[in-house]
Nanobody, 130 residues
Framework: QALLVESGGGLVQPGGSLRLSCQAS??????????IGWFRQAPGKEREGVAC????????YYADSVKGRFTMSRDNAKNMGWLSIESLKPEDTATYYC?????????????????????WGPGTQVTVSS
């Protein structure tokens, strides 16, 4: 998958922060009219939908495990979305993926829980360790 690209991952100590970016690439499509979802998967564990934002930015959903620490934003003019993470914990260690799809007939909560997105980035690694 080359239409979305994540960046900003790295090695961070517990309590630190990161900001992940998601950008449409290749000129194949824009993020207009697309909800953006953030997912993570640790080795040996199932994929988890952690945060999703509606196409116009007016509606958001956060999983209980990240609520209060993760914050999404987007700028459709720049074809970008961001996930800001604070107070990182070792259990946040995972590969983080962004995804995009239209949201005309659903909610961002349903999209996060079902992971029903048509476009996915290749992922960026976040490692939290002392």
């Amino acid at each position: 998958q080359a239409l979305l690209v994540e960046s900003g991952g790295g090695l961070v100590q517990p309590g630190g922060s990161l900001r992940l970016s998601c950008q449409a690439s290749g000129g194949a499509f824009t993020l207009d009219y697309h909800a953006i979802g953030w997912f993570r998967q640790a080795p040996g564990k199932e994929r988890e939908g952690v945060a999703c934002i509606s196409s116009d930015g007016s509606a958001t959903y956060y999983a209980d495990s990240v609520k209060g620490r993760f914050t999404m934003s987007r700028d459709n003019a720049k074809n970008m979305g961001w996930l800001s993470i604070e107070s990182l914990k070792p259990e946040d260690t995972a590969t983080y993926y962004c995804a995009a799809d239209t949201d005309d007939f659903t909610t961002v909560q349903d999209m996060c829980e079902s992971a029903d997105f048509n476009n996915w980035g290749p992922g960026t690694q976040v490692t939290v360790s002392s």
